[in-house]
């Protein structure tokens, strides 16, 4: 265990193991979220008791009924680390991890229960077999087949997801709270469908308690540093070449008086960053990073702004959201020519 590792600066504490942190859920702010999440599962007779624990990322391991929330939740040194490493706090705040706990529940019902391997979970929400990549994915926003809890339309990405969102709605919320919200879609059938299963396994005992638990905080010898190097390299392959053309179209070339391109975008920043990552979901160190590099290629090129600041304005948050959205769809921010 390393010692008084609260204290350390930033460029110390990376330097620490995840594992020499010592960090339990007990007594942390992650411990009233897992009892909430188990008070709604009991309430509904449910007999899980998901296995929580801390680790590098949200998720629930293939097969068990366990659930992995970050590290960094179970203390307050560590959240102010992962802001200033990923500009942002994925269940930051009571309401946001709940969604996600309630999402990595479903998986963890799945799991115990053995539910996807069911006809007639299939014939509800496919193949779970279906290739997978949960950062990139087909969607239509105004589909009412899928329910709307994660952000990004997160049902929508794999049959497993699609259940485990569902789930999350069932379960946050009274049966007469989603039939109102969701009546005349079509996604009520797959809320209705999960009523009648959760009924028909409520008080029985779950045929998986246990299993094999990915990423442990507790046994992980990464160092932090280590951790935020794969995490930031996570979240930010696939830059594009960024095309001189694109961004002499929007800003022009230097004249005296002008602003330069560069310092319009830096002054802007922050407000673009938000909105982009608010209408597409995307991870707000994605965005901020494509704009770091947009910012640089712009001061290379000796771009100006000669142009209305509102326009400008908008061209270049159109072009910003247009870069993201395909990197949704495709998993590259600009498609190959």
């Known amino acids: 265990m390393a010692e008084g590792w609260e ?16 960090l339990k859920i007990a007594g942390s702010e992650v411990e009233p979220r897992v009892q909430h999440l188990q008070a709604a599962l009991d309430e509904r007779k449910i007999l899980v008791k998901p296995i929580c624990y801390l680790g590098a990322e949200w998720q629930s391991p293939d097969g068990v009924p366990a659930i992995c929330i970050p590290f960094y939740l179970a203390h307050p040194r560590l959240r102010q680390l992962e802001m200033r490493q990923m500009l942002e706090i994925e269940g930051g705040t009571p309401d946001t991890c709940d969604k996600l706990m309630f999402h990595e529940c479903g998986h963890a019902v799945d799991h115990a229960f053995k539910l996807s391997p069911r006809k007639g979970w299939r014939d509800v929400f496919g193949d779970p077999r279906a290739a997978y990549d949960p950062t990139i994915y087909h969607h239509r926003p105004y589909s009412r087949a899928y329910v709307l809890h994660l952000p990004n339309w997160y049902a929508q990405s794999h049959p497993d997801e699609d259940f485990a969102e569902t789930f999350a709605v069932w379960l ?28 028909g396994i409520a008080d029985k005992p779950p045929k998986v308690t246990r299993g094999g638990l990915l990423g442990e905080a507790a046994k992980s010898k990464k160092t932090l540093g280590q951790h935020y190097a794969w995490k930031r390299k996570l979240w930010s392959t696939n830059y594009p070449d960024f095309y001189d053309a694109d961004l002499r179209k929007i800003f022009g070339e230097l004249t ?3 602003e330069t391109a560069a310092r319009f975008m830096k002054r802007y920043r922050r407000a673009v960053t938000t909105a982009i990552v608010n209408w597409t979901g995307e991870p707000k160190y994605t965005v901020d990073a494509l704009i770091t590099r947009l910012i640089k290629r712009a001061d290379d090129l000796g771009l100006g702004t000669p142009r209305d600041e509102s326009a400008l ?18 998993g590259r921010f600009k498609k190959k020519v």
């Open 7 to 22: 204290s350390l600066s930033d460029e110390d504490l990376l330097k620490v193991r995840i594992c020499d942190l010592d």
């Open 172 to 199: 946050a919320r009274p049966p007469e709270e989603w039939r109102k919200n969701y009546a005349g879609w079509k996604a009520l059938e797959k809320l209705e469908y999960i009523d009648r299963t959760m009924r």
């Open 256 to 258: 005296p008086g002008d």
């Open 313 to 330: 304005l908008i061209d270049i948050g159109s072009y910003l959201s247009a870069l993201v959205s395909n990197y949704l769809y495709t």
